[in-house]
């Protein structure tokens, strides 16, 4: 069965850090991608950070760069997303998703999502 478990969700004030974990089972880890992907509340979903556990390659939305860092852990099956400088429109649920092509393709497996708020 194929799991895609996002932790580390959290409430922080503005300026702030978390660090999401997601955790897949059940496919080869190794021939996918692995993207970040959030919606807040009134707003469409919209594609945060992804990481290629093939070669590493990542990619960051512009409203995210240099602020959050992604990172893969192909020997745990983890991927993590270190957000800091965390600022109120960063609020929103956060969800991992899989995809066996690349960073751009259509995302086979979801996660249920871990909630961030960010105070200000």
């Known amino acids: 069965e194929v799991q895609l478990v996002e932790s580390g969700g959290g409430m922080v004030p503005a300026g702030g850090s978390l660090r999401l974990s997601c955790a897949a089972s059940g496919f080869t880890f190794d021939d996918y991608a692995i993207g970040w992907f959030r919606q807040a509340p009134g707003k469409e979903r919209e594609g945060v950070s992804c990481?290629?556990?093939?070669?590493?390659?990542?990619y960051y939305a512009d409203s995210v760069k240099g602020r959050f860092t992604i990172a893969g852990d192909n020997a745990k099956n983890t991927v993590y997303l270190q957000m800091n400088s965390l600022k109120p429109e960063d609020t929103a649920v956060y969800y991992c998703?899989?995809?066996?092509?690349?960073?751009?393709?259509?995302?086979?497996?979801w996660g249920q999502g871990t909630q961030v708020t960010v105070s200000s």
């Open positions: 990481i290629s556990s093939r070669d590493g390659s990542t």
């Open positions: 998703a899989a995809d066996p092509t690349s960073c751009g393709g259509r995302y086979d497996y």
